[in-house]
C-alpha cells in the first residue's frame, strides 16, 4: 500500500466580469485546488499501478469538497477538469494515478455529470504551471465550456512529487459566441450531447 504524504494545497479562484466585451451582471467563475504528495514510485517501475488509485480516492473526495466551497456550493457548477503533473524523478504514467479519484470524486459530490472530465498531464520541475482543460459535465460537445485554468506552485513538484489538481467553473465563457450546443439543448444520455 503507497503513501501518498500530503505536503500542501492550495486554491485558485477567478471572478470573470468581461473579457474585453461589456461587464457582465454574473461574473463568471472558476476555481482550482492542487494537492502535492509524496510519489511513491520514485525510482522503482511498479508494473502494478492501478491498485493504488483506490489510495488516492480520499485526497480526490477532500479535494473535491474544498472546491466545492470554494465555488459558493454546488448549485450551478456545470463545468469540470482535472490534471497530473509528475516531478522530475518520476514518470508520466505516474499522474494517470489521478484519473479515477480525481475524476469519480467530483462526479460523486456533483451528482448526474454524465461527461468525461477532460483531462491534461506532464512531467515538469519545481515552479512548472499546467493548463487544467475545462468541460461541461454533462455534454462533451457543449463549445461554450471549453476552457481551461493554469495552476502552479512556486515550490512545487519537487523531483519525488506528484501535483494533483482539480478544476470547477460556473457558466461557458463569459462572452461565448461559437455556437453549437447550447446548455439548454443538452439531451444527456451518452455524455457528448
Request: charged letters at 25%; a negative charge.
Amino acid at each position: 500500500m503507497p503513501e501518498f504524504i500530503l505536503r500542501k494545497t492550495m486554491i485558485f479562484i477567478e471572478d470573470i466580469h468581461h473579457d474585453g466585451g461589456p461587464i457582465q451582471k454574473q461574473p463568471r467563475r472558476r476555481a482550482a485546488i492542487v494537492a502535492l504528495v509524496k510519489n511513491p514510485f520514485v525510482g522503482v517501475f511498479e508494473d502494478d499501478l492501478q491498485s493504488a488509485m483506490d489510495d488516492l480516492k480520499p485526497l480526490g473526495l477532500v479535494m473535491t469538497d474544498r472546491l466545492v466551497e470554494a465555488m459558493g456550493g454546488v448549485d450551478g457548477i456545470d463545468g469540470y477538469g482535472k490534471a497530473g503533473l509528475v516531478g522530475e524523478a518520476g514518470e508520466l504514467e505516474h499522474t494517470a494515478l489521478w484519473h479515477v479519484p480525481g475524476g469519480y470524486a467530483m462526479r460523486a459530490r456533483l451528482g448526474e455529470a454524465k461527461a468525461i472530465v477532460p483531462s491534461s498531464m506532464k512531467i515538469g520541475g519545481v515552479g512548472s504551471r499546467i493548463d487544467i482543460p475545462l468541460g461541461h459535465i454533462n455534454a462533451a460537445y457543449v463549445r461554450s465550456h471549453f476552457d481551461g485554468i493554469e495552476v502552479g506552485v512556486p515550490d512545487g513538484p519537487k523531483a519525488d512529487e506528484l501535483l494533483f489538481a482539480l478544476a470547477m467553473s460556473r457558466g461557458g465563457r463569459i462572452h461565448h459566441r461559437m455556437g453549437g450546443l447550447q446548455s439548454q439543448d443538452i439531451i444527456g444520455e451518452d455524455g457528448l450531447r
